[in-house]
C-alpha cells in the first residue's frame, strides 16, 4: 500500500513563504509523477503544481514564478516551496501521486491520480 504523508504547512503572514514536504516510503515516486492539489472552503479542489519522473514541472497559471515543485535525489519526497504567498492561497494542500507510470503528461484533474495525503493546512493571513 502506498502512502503519502504531508508537512510543513502552518499560518504565515503575507508575502511569507512556507515549504511543503510529502513523504512516501521507497522510491515510490522514481516513475511516477507526484502533484500538489488544494482545497479552500467552499471550493473544489483544484491543481497546483506536478513534477515528472523526468523532472518537468508543471505549474497553475496563479503560482506561477511564486511556487517551486522539485523532488529530492532519491525520489523519495517531493517539496513544493511557496514564496510570496497571499491570502488566496490559503487551503489545505494535497500531495498525490499519479495514476500512470513513465507518463509526462502532468494530470491537471483528481481522476489523473490515485494515492493521495491527508493534506496539510496552509492558512495565510492579510
Known amino acids: 500500500q502506498v502512502q503519502l504523508v504531508e508537512s510543513g504547512g502552518g499560518l504565515v503572514q503575507a508575502g511569507g513563504s512556507l515549504r511543503l514536504s510529502c513523504a512516501t516510503s521507497?522510491?515510490?515516486?522514481?516513475?511516477?509523477?507526484v502533484g500538489w492539489f488544494r482545497q479552500a472552503p467552499g471550493k473544489e479542489r483544484e491543481f497546483v503544481a506536478a513534477?515528472?519522473?523526468?523532472?518537468?514541472?508543471y505549474y497553475r497559471s496563479s503560482v506561477k514564478g511564486r511556487f517551486t515543485i522539485s523532488r529530492d535525489g532519491f525520489k523519495s519526497a517531493v517539496y513544493l516551496q511557496m514564496n510570496s504567498l497571499k491570502p488566496e492561497d490559503t487551503a489545505i494542500y494535497y500531495c498525490a501521486r499519479r495514476n500512470t507510470r513513465w507518463t509526462t503528461d502532468p494530470g491537471y484533474l483528481e481522476n489523473d491520480y490515485d494515492y493521495w495525503g491527508q493534506g496539510t493546512q496552509v492558512t495565510v493571513s492579510s
Open positions: 521507497g522510491r515510490t515516486f522514481s516513475t511516477y509523477t
Open positions: 513534477i515528472s519522473w523526468s523532472g518537468d514541472t
